[in-house]
């Protein structure tokens, strides 16, 4: 079966400043891998997707995540947030030849402060 | 329509009580799906419909609860007697391939809260 962990249940950070939150799996088979975004009162959004191919994967917004399949993890980084980057971020597995159902991370919220 | 809908967008209810909560999908998106987001416990997943396969009800938490997809679009989902636990974020998404791998797109949800 597969599992995600988010390591990190909130990350507070400083406007400008790096971040990045830790996302690891377990799944004996490959997968596709996703990040999805919530922001406040708002539906989750895709903010982007590894499926195959260069293990670097961008948003459009500048968020960033690399598939590395030695260490089974998938952490996204950004090099400077924005206070409208304040969200809960989720992490999730489908496994490639299964239904399309996706395993989420328990999430983790980022706080960015002024 | 453009976007994934659902309904009501809240639905407060008394315990003991049934309800449906209504997930209306893109159109021409074939697989469909239904999470459950309590607090602090993230996304577990519930049901998946796709087109006219059975669907994988291996997330139902208990026989209270069900769901139905008429002609392959609109699905509800049934709580019968609903209990305090059941109160969460009930979402719907649906997606065009089969293995999801262009990811979901999710409804705004419906907010359950059990009295």
């Known amino acids: 079966a597969q599992s995600v962990t988010q390591l990190d249940s909130q990350v507070p950070v400083f406007e400008e400043a790096p971040v990045e939150l830790r996302c690891n799996y377990s799944?004996?088979?490959?997968?596709?891998l996703f990040w999805y975004v919530q922001y406040p009162n708002q539906g989750l959004q895709l903010l982007l997707k590894?499926?195959?191919?260069?293990?670097l994967v961008e948003s459009i917004n500048g968020f960033e995540a690399e598939f590395n399949k030695s260490q089974t993890s998938f952490h996204l980084r950004k090099p400077s947030v924005h206070i409208s980057d304040t969200a809960e971020y989720f992490c999730?597995?489908?496994?490639?030849?299964?239904?399309?159902?996706?395993?989420f991370g328990q999430g983790t919220t980022l706080q960015v402060k002024p | 329509g453009a976007g994934v809908s659902q309904s009501p967008s809240n639905k407060v209810t008394e315990k003991g009580k049934d309800v449906e909560l209504r997930c209306d999908p893109i159109?021409?998106?074939?697989?469909l799906y239904w999470y459950r987001q309590s607090l602090g416990q993230g996304l577990e997943f519930l049901i998946y419909f796709q087109g006219n396969s059975a669907p994988d009800k291996s997330g139902l938490p208990s026989d209270r609860f069900s769901a139905e997809r008429t002609g392959g679009s609109v699905s509800t989902l049934t709580i019968q007697r609903t209990q305090q636990e059941d109160s969460a974020v009930y979402l719907c998404?649906?997606?065009?391939?089969?293995?999801?791998?262009?990811?979901?797109?999710f409804g705004s949800g419906t907010r359950l809260t059990v009295v």
């Open positions: 998404a649906s997606s065009i391939a089969r293995q999801g791998a262009g990811g979901y797109t």
């Open positions: 999730a597995v489908s496994v490639s030849s299964n239904t399309g159902k996706l395993i």
């Open positions: 159109s021409g998106h074939t697989a």
């Open positions: 590894y499926l195959s191919g260069s293990t």
């Open positions: 799944s004996s088979v490959s997968v596709y």
